[in-house]
């Protein structure tokens, strides 16, 4: 066990280290002022390059041969670890540092660059950088690539979920595809027939709004000793182990956004803050792949917090918050309001039923713009045209098309098919959770998200990356991931 | 100038690296939760041994040979950046980097603990973990001094301020301990002589506090586009180079503390912007040592903040702030409640007058735990006996007596003689400013603070490291430090 207890403390020391990255991303995108963001891009850089080093080192490779040797005498957590100190290591292996660093630094340069595009709305400002940034992202699925037998584009899925690949999305995608387009029109047709919602009259002040994210928050079962709750431009969960923080934005005309902002990241602290304490800074005690991350940030925000019972418990809730009352503050109304839907610009405001074309959309662009299908010069052009195509929709500016979300200009390919393949296992564990655990509704509507989260914490957050995706979702739910249980989620709760 | 070219690139790393290290420390007092407390200490820990490898990697001491022999064909900024990389160099090389990991680590941990311990008001909770944090650092000051054939306090006094030994202070010390006590009892007569003050009554709620702050730096000429303001335990001023990070702290029944905080901070935040752009990164372009930075809070906050021409200013911006009126808001009673003459509990709250008392005994406590004089289960009961002696008042309880201040907790150790060598700095230097540009008094009473700041930018700031602290003050003023200035400006103000 020597060469495998010297891997721990070595994977102990790389796990401070991006401990430390996660830290200094929250604060890049939360506190750092303007002028900051070349000395920050090199900070990163170099950690993201010292990360790798340590990652790639020589006496790695020669402590996994030995600790292989040793596996008898493991037990089958230490095994499972030891399995996934071999996948990180080979998986940083084939690439070089300066690919790793030079792509560390086009992402935050072209980040910080995205920012001020996206304020002006001009996609021209940022689209030399971002071809850069896109540049680098096919030099490292090529290599990663390489040395795995995967396609570029299925080596940076790979990246983000183990196992994710095109094999399995052409078919899910094509179903979903095939039947959205009738799914959103009968919904549209049930939610007309239904007639109008009563309207939410605000402004809602970001301090209230702030209050009743607090609420929320404390209701999931958030540890606020252990994480934090903010603002920023782009909601995300980030930090550290041990320091889950999630940001919300705020729109005081509308506080739908900032909510289900909040409720989607608290999901994904969840899961942070639920990982084994005991082996938070190994390999395998990370959250198991993008996909699963996204499926406890969906089911908590649309099964959970979008469900019927839980606006009985958010509704009078944010009457106080907000100092309202009137009939359009019902429960039944509110449920009504949240869940209209309306095919938009912005994905992360989508409702649920138009959000899988957001998600098909760039998947397909950045598939092309990988594959050298599709220039970056011409994105804006397509990407309207693809919201146009799927959504019905125009968008009139690039801010509010594809300058919106940040993660290709940060450097993050390969990524928004698992907000899809999130969406679907988020209806089959909500589907298994509720079949296993029948109090989980009734208790939403007391706020408590006690029994829900027991249920994901045995099921999901502990098991960390000590399975496979599809072991952890076989074993939770008793099958395969099949898109029919979204669909079906669906369908229920737009057409009814 | 190969191997000079290649210095400065690794010392551009090096520079990201404590910069990094330099933003978690400030994330670690300002934002942290407080769970998170153990897992800062190991990102902390890992990242100060990794800086420390790279400052003593047998390529950085090959190159440093190697471009001794390019000398001639370094210019003179170069030149003093290639002694700086030296002495960089050579002094971590005398540290192993178990003692760097182990001292960082327990300074972390025994901080944490300081904080609980503080808000308890119970120095026994800490006192285990502050023997090791000493401990630790006398490992350090005999390391330091094997190698510099200095004594183990001068060793940690060097390591701070480059080139201070008890052979300067204890004559300038003595000095100083000698004058004091007549003067402040001069100053309490002369106080008394002049009546009572008018009382200033709050509340003076945060939010108003805070917006003065805001906009008393920005009168400074913080540069907010490379910086940031909040609030914290223990006023400090942190972040990395090109993102100066500046806190204080509020007391809603009075504001003195929060706005003097502040402008001490603000003094060393305009040092740290004003240090030259193309060399943050590099040796040479550091601050030049913690007296010379002391001196420059202490000049803002003693010398200009305090002056009575800045106050011509402050009290209308005071008055707007906390919507206050009424004869106790002038400028002259203004100026009188905040040179008021107290022996007091708290060093950072203290007046100028007294605040050497504070330094002096510190200095004199830490050098005694070092050479192991004094145990550290007698602290408490020595720094009481102490405060009593020199200023006559007794600590009531550990919070008000020697839990009050982070520096020995954090591992800070050899620094507290720098707070006077750098009022004695200050006097000095402002003495010169104003006999330079008799523009300065008047322009703070119109709240510029640009002609003084450009004195201290052409004298002190961008000199950065590339001179000695004994030729930046000799160039700046035309003599060397003499503490005669700082007691004729006490006297003078003080005594009248």
Not at 84 to 97: D, F, I, K, N
Not at 283 to 297: D, F, N
Not at 303 to 308: E, K, P
Request: proline letters at 5%; one cysteine or more.
């Amino acid at each position: 066990m020597k060469a495998y207890n010297e891997l721990e403390a070595r994977f102990a020391r790389l796990g401070a280290l991006e401990g430390a990255i996660g830290v200094l991303d929250w604060d890049t995108a939360v506190m750092m002022p303007d002028g900051a963001g070349e000395a920050r891009g090199e900070q990163l850089a170099v950690l993201q390059g010292l990360a790798h080093d340590m990652l790639t080192a020589a006496e790695i490779a020669d402590l996994l041969e030995r600790a292989e040797a040793e596996r008898a005498g493991l037990d089958a957590l230490q095994a499972a670890n030891l399995t996934e100190m071999r996948r990180a290591h080979s998986q940083a292996g084939v690439l070089p540092r300066d690919l790793v660093e030079a792509s560390a630094r086009a992402g935050s340069r072209c980040e910080m660059i995205w920012r001020e595009a996206r304020a002006a709305s001009d996609f021209t400002m940022v689209r030399d950088a971002l071809g850069e940034v896109l540049a680098l992202q096919v030099r490292i699925g090529e290599a990663r690539g390489a040395a795995s037998g995967l396609g570029v584009y299925d080596a940076l899925l790979d990246s983000h979920d183990p196992g994710l690949s095109c094999a399995w999305l052409d078919p899910a995608f094509a179903r979903v595809s095939r039947e959205l387009p009738g799914l959103v029109a009968e919904a549209l047709d049930a939610q007309a027939r239904r007639g109008p919602v009563l309207p939410l009259r605000g402004p809602f002040p970001v301090e209230a709004q702030t209050r009743l994210g607090g609420k929320i928050l404390a209701a999931l079962g958030f540890d606020f000793s252990r994480g934090r709750f903010d603002a920023s431009l782009h909601p995300f969960c980030g930090g550290s182990s041990g320091d889950a923080r999630v940001t919300t934005r705020y729109d005081e005309s509308d506080f739908k956004g900032s909510l289900m902002g909040l409720l989607h990241e608290g999901g994904h602290a969840l899961y942070e803050q639920g990982r084994p304490a005991r082996w938070l800074a190994q390999p395998a005690g990370r959250a198991r792949g993008m996909s699963l991350h996204e499926s406890q940030s969906l089911l908590v925000e649309h099964h959970a917090g979008l469900s019927r019972e839980f606006l009985e418990w958010l509704a009078p809730a944010a009457r106080e918050a907000f100092g309202a009352e009137g009939p359009e503050w019902t429960p039944d109304n509110l449920y009504r309001e949240f869940k209209r839907v309306k095919a938009d610009f912005i994905r992360v405001d989508a409702d649920e039923a138009t959000y899988p074309a957001h998600v098909l959309l760039r998947s397909g662009l950045e598939r092309a713009m990988i594959a050298g299908d599709l220039r970056v010069a011409d994105l804006p052009g397509a990407f309207n045209e693809g919201m146009k195509r799927l959504l019905g929709v125009d968008p009139p500016d690039d801010r509010r098309g594809c300058l919106q979300d940040i993660h290709w200009y940060a450097g993050i390919w390969g990524y928004f098919p698992t907000y899809c393949v999130g969406a679907m296992i988020a209806a089959q564990l909500y589907a298994a959770a509720t079949a296993a655990v029948p109090d989980i509704p009734p208790s939403l509507a007391r706020g408590d998200f006690a029994p829900l989260r027991g249920w994901l914490r045995a099921n999901i957050h502990a098991r960390a990356s000590f399975a496979s995706t599809e072991a952890i979702i076989g074993d939770a739910t008793g099958e395969p991931l099949d898109p029919r249980h979204y669909l079906a989620h669906l369908r229920r709760r737009y057409i009814g």
